[in-house]
């Protein structure tokens, strides 16, 4: 069965380093999220992307984050200077459809120190 | 903006027993609303999903929901719960226009189900 699958499963960054979350969504997929979970808070919306764009990002998604699909497999999102407080877990997810299923990843948790 | 608040953090329940995991919502338009499940180590899987129709949604591994617009409410229930269901349940939402874009999520129940 497709899957998404992220790497690595967990990270540890110092902070002010940039760090690269990757993704691989599954492959007939055209909608690519991000979401996160700061450890006991709610899962957060960080951005949705379409036909090699933002369709849609919130107001956490501030200039230190930015989103790639490089090589049309891979969907990456890259924080450019980490904070204490960006340590979560990371979810990626796809959808084939705007209005169909979103799976999502097995996450990747970051770790700022 | 929408919101969505799950009462419950924890939830045990011995095994066989039924289960209602509560969920309410705020939203001034229309939503789409869904449950997710995570078991552990693994990601987010769709358990149902509500998007018009029928107010009773019956999702996999026997669970159903019914929407309550009235109530803002849209509870997950179980008639008979076993000992791998055991998992975080997130309720979330999202506004009709978006889909599954900007989902909305709570912060999660976790059913713990012993024996």
């Known amino acids: 069965e497709p899957e998404v699958t992220q790497t690595p499963s967990h990270q540890v960054t110092q902070m002010g380093q940039e760090v690269i979350l990757r993704c691989v969504p599954i492959?007939?997929?055209?909608?690519f999220y991000w979401y996160r979970q700061i450890l006991g808070q709610k899962v957060e919306f960080l951005v949705s992307?379409?036909?090699?764009?933002?369709?849609?990002k919130s107001e956490i998604f501030d200039d230190q984050f930015s989103v790639e699909r490089p090589d049309g497999s891979n969907f990456t999102l890259k924080i450019r200077s980490t904070k204490l407080e960006d340590s979560a877990m990371y979810f990626c997810?796809?959808?084939?459809?705007?209005?169909?299923?979103?799976?999502f990843g097995q996450g990747t948790r970051l770790t700022v120190v | 903006a929408q919101s969505v608040t799950q009462l419950d953090s924890q939830v045990p329940v011995f095994e066989e027993a039924p289960v209602e995991l509560r969920c309410n919502y705020s939203?001034?338009?229309?939503?789409?609303l869904f449950w997710y499940v995570q078991y552990p180590n693994q990601g987010l899987q769709l358990l149902l999903k509500?998007?018009?129709?029928?107010?009773l949604v019956k999702g996999i591994n026997g669970f159903e929901a019914e929407f309550n617009k009235s109530q803002t409410s849209f509870h997950l229930r179980k008639p008979s719960v076993h000992i791998s269901d055991t998992a975080e349940y997130f309720c979330?939402?999202?506004?009709?226009?978006?889909?599954?874009?900007?989902?909305?999520f709570g912060t999660g129940t976790r059913l713990l189900v012993s024996p």
């Open positions: 997810a796809s959808s084939r459809q705007m209005n169909t299923e979103a799976f």
């Open positions: 492959s007939n997929h055209l909608y």
């Open positions: 992307f379409y036909n090699n764009e933002i369709s849609e």
């Open positions: 939203s001034s338009v229309s939503v789409y």
């Open positions: 509500y998007l018009s129709g029928s107010t």
């Open positions: 979330a939402v999202s506004i009709m226009n978006t889909g599954f874009q900007k989902l909305v």
